[in-house]
């Protein structure tokens, strides 16, 4: 029997693959350490991974039966591609059903951001409230009427679209390819007119940084920065001091650099929202990623093609 090794502990992938395969699984709420990956592939038929997991060229080529990645997520930075494309290795993902999860969650860090619900509640639990209705007490800001600029309009970012297009919002974007829908701006113009940025890019060598120091010096000083993407598209160190010295408003943040690490400057401060990396994090949507990612899996396994390939 074939072998594959799941670096999580997911029951929908496992009650499917385990009709087909012998599975070895990292049970475990931490994920694995490399030199674990790397004892466990050798002789697997496929890997079924997560964002954390670092697919590189060492596990790649430590795991010589391979044929198939199976990420249980639609970024796949973590997987050395052309490590796994020059043997031939299928890339499986899971796009489309995370999208609208992920486009709830960045809509509720635009509103929690805009509206200080963070701020509120810990207000509360502090017991320290104690004036009602004062007028300037807790003021946040209207959405009505506020420029959205949306870096990279894809499947989220559109999804991000169409929610904030409700709320009476202008979506203003930027992305390789103009679209006929909305307006096209620069990265440049779109930092200078957006009173919400939201990023929406993959992780990729174009997008490694690509809010620093400059970008955010270009944005309004009422801006809020929004990131669900991946963290290491914002340079958080410039981000920390872009939150301290005022250079913009605010920061709702899922993802960061360094995860499960979240700078300790971060967290002390009041003008950020921060989530644990959860955009996809729903009951429905994790069930059809592990039910997907099985099936990238156990399609090819009967000579079929993968529910979603990365091309
Ligand atoms: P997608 O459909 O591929 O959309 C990505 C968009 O980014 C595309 O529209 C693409 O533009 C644009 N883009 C790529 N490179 C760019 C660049 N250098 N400058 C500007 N735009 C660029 O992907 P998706 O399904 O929306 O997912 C987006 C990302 O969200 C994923 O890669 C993942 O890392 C992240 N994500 C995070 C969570 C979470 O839990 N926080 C959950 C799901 C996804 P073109 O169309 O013009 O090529």
């Known amino acids: 029997m074939e072998r594959v090794y799941l670096t999580r502990n997911i029951p929908k992938a496992v009650s499917m693959l385990k009709e087909y395969f012998e599975l070895i699984i990292h049970d475990s709420t931490k994920p694995p350490d490399r030199y674990e990956i790397v004892k466990n592939v050798s002789n697997v038929y496929a890997i079924l991974c ?3 997991d670092n697919i590189d060229s060492i596990v790649i080529n430590a795991a010589n039966k391979l044929r198939v990645i199976s990420t249980y997520s639609v970024g796949y930075d973590h997987i050395d591609l052309a490590s796994a494309n020059a043997r031939g290795i299928i890339v499986g993902y899971t796009p489309n059903v995370l999208t609208n999860a992920t486009a709830d969650l960045t809509f509720a860090l635009l509103l929690a951001i805009a509206r200080r619900v963070v701020e509120g509640d810990k207000l509360i639990r502090s017991a320290k409230w104690s004036n ?12 009505e009427g506020k420029i959205l ?21 202008k979506i203003v974007y930027n992305s390789r390819e103009k679209k006929n829908i909305y307006e096209y701006l620069s990265l440049d113009e779109l930092l200078k007119v957006s009173d919400f940025v939201s990023i929406h890019t993959p992780l990729n060598e174009h997008t490694y940084h690509m809010i620093g120091e400059k970008e955010l010096k270009s944005m309004k000083r009422c801006a809020y920065l929004i990131n669900t993407a991946r963290g290491k598209i914002v340079d958080e160190r410039a981000l920390i001091r872009a939150l301290k010295e005022g250079w913009i408003a ?16 971060l967290i002390e401060l009041d003008n950020v929202v921060l989530t644990p990396h959860i955009g996809s ?28 390939r990365v091309k």
């Open 281 to 308: 994090a729903t009951i429905e949507t994790r069930e059809r990623m592990a039910e997907i990612a099985a099936l990238n899996i156990i399609n090819p396994y009967k000579g079929l093609e993968p529910i979603y």
């Open 50 to 52: 997560s964002p954390s």
């Open 149 to 169: 600029g949306i870096i990279g309009l894809g499947r989220i970012g559109a999804a991000v679209a169409r929610r904030a297009a409700g709320f009476g919002m």
């Open 132 to 143: 009602i209705y004062e007028y300037n007490f807790m003021l946040g800001r209207d959405l």
């Open 250 to 265: 605010g920061a709702a943040l899922d993802v960061y650099e360094q995860e499960p690490l979240v700078a300790s400057e």
